[in-house]
């Protein structure tokens, strides 16, 4: 069983299009993020959600609006798309803190935006 | 400001040498760090982690990697490089808080026969 899953794997859209990528992590984990990773690698975060609140937004345009229904999913929608929105997102989760506690990792959403 | 830093974009070493990531970290309380390892097209995978007790942690793979407050330092080792450790090698450090992790620029390691 897939302990955090992503869909889609790759997404290739045009610029101002609206897209979502889904999460779901069947670990039983209280905390789930979103992460960006660039074309050189560089993974930064940019939402943590606890129990379904919010609890970091790491200043990310509002174009980009995360939602969770439950603890297990973390979905990502994205208005008005850009180029520089192209990159690998990543959805994670952990127990909680993450100071403590592992965090595991999806597979990934490659989104190309042309 | 918090940052990790890995001075190494890539390095190359041969099959059954010893191996040696650095990271430096800044951050003025005590750090949490952490090793991951990044697999082509996968996701990170969590190698090993330290915040507080013995400095040299091991963890999975036979990776092991020692904590150096007064260099600022959590430089990660590997007494014998395999073919399948070729991947991309990410240190990172978790924030008081405990919702936030900041990840190095990654070591991308090559492993030539």
């Known amino acids: 069983d897939t302990a955090v899953s992503q869909t889609p794997k790759y997404l290739v859209t045009q610029m101002g299009n609206d897209k979502s990528i889904k999460c779901e992590q069947n670990?039983?984990?209280?905390?789930m993020y979103w992460y960006k990773q660039d074309s050189k690698k560089f993974l930064k975060i940019m939402f943590s959600?606890?129990?379904?609140?919010?609890?970091i937004n790491e200043t990310v345009p509002n174009r980009f609006s995360p939602k969770s229904p439950d603890k297990a999913h973390l979905n990502l929608h994205i208005n008005s798309l850009e180029l520089g929105d192209s990159a690998v997102y990543f959805c994670?989760?952990?127990?909680?803190?993450?100071?403590?506690?592992?965090?595991?990792f999806g597979p990934g959403t490659r989104l190309t935006v042309l | 400001a918090q940052s990790v830093t890995q001075p190494d974009i890539h390095i190359t070493v041969s099959e059954g040498a010893s191996l040696e990531l650095r990271c430096n970290y800044s951050?003025?309380?005590?750090?949490?760090l952490f090793w991951y390892v990044q697999s082509p097209g996968q996701g990170l995978q969590l190698l090993l982690k330290y915040f507080s007790g013995d400095t040299l942690v091991q963890g999975i793979k036979g990776f092991e990697a020692e904590f150096k407050r007064s260099q600022s330092s959590f430089n990660l080792r590997k007494p014998s490089v395999h073919w399948s450790d070729a991947a991309e090698y990410f240190c990172?450090?978790?924030?008081?808080?405990?919702?936030?992790?900041?990840f190095g620029a990654g070591t991308r390691l090559f492993v030539k026969a």
């Open positions: 994670a989760s952990s127990h909680g803190d993450t100071r403590t506690d592992t965090q595991y």
């Open positions: 670990l039983g984990h209280d905390t």
């Open positions: 951050y003025g309380a005590t750090p949490y």
């Open positions: 990172a450090v978790a924030l008081t808080g405990g919702f936030k992790t900041i």
């Open positions: 959600y606890n129990n379904k609140e919010l609890i």
